[in-house]
């Protein structure tokens, strides 16, 4: 079965840090793009982060540029979000979404997608 699987979610103080866990099933991230998305309540869904096998690409909200980072671990087939110096304003639901076609970041089309994992800010 394909799927994405997210974890390492939770409540964090300002400052604090996160890594979220982005792991896949049924199919080989090394061979498709990988995204991660965010929704925060009462807003639309972005995109943080994504990277590419395909061609390379990858890209960073310029907003979290400094703070969050993408890596890729093949051996486990998970893809992670490391968050760093939590702001309230990343609360959100973080979910990660995959085009399995593995097209570059700028063109990808995002098929299987994670069931999200919360992360909430609050001192």
């Not at 639309?44 to 980072?69: H, L, N």
Request: aromatic residues 8%; glycine residues 8%.
């Amino acid at each position: 079965q394909v799927q994405l699987i997210e974890s390492g979610g939770g409540l964090v103080q300002p400052g604090g840090s996160l890594r979220l866990s982005c792991a896949a099933s049924g199919f080989t991230l090394d061979y498709a793009t990988i995204a991660w998305f965010r929704q925060a309540p009462g807003k639309q869904r972005e995109a943080v982060s994504c990277i590419s096998s395909g061609d390379g690409s990858t890209y960073v909200r310029d907003s979290v540029k400094d703070r969050f980072t993408t890596s890729r671990d093949s051996v486990k087939n998970t893809v992670y979000l490391r968050i760093n110096s939590l702001k309230p304003e990343d609360t959100a639901v973080y979910y990660c979404a995959s085009d399995p076609d593995d097209s570059s970041c700028r063109d990808a089309k995002y098929t299987i997608w994670g069931q999200g994992t919360q992360v909430t800010v609050s001192s």
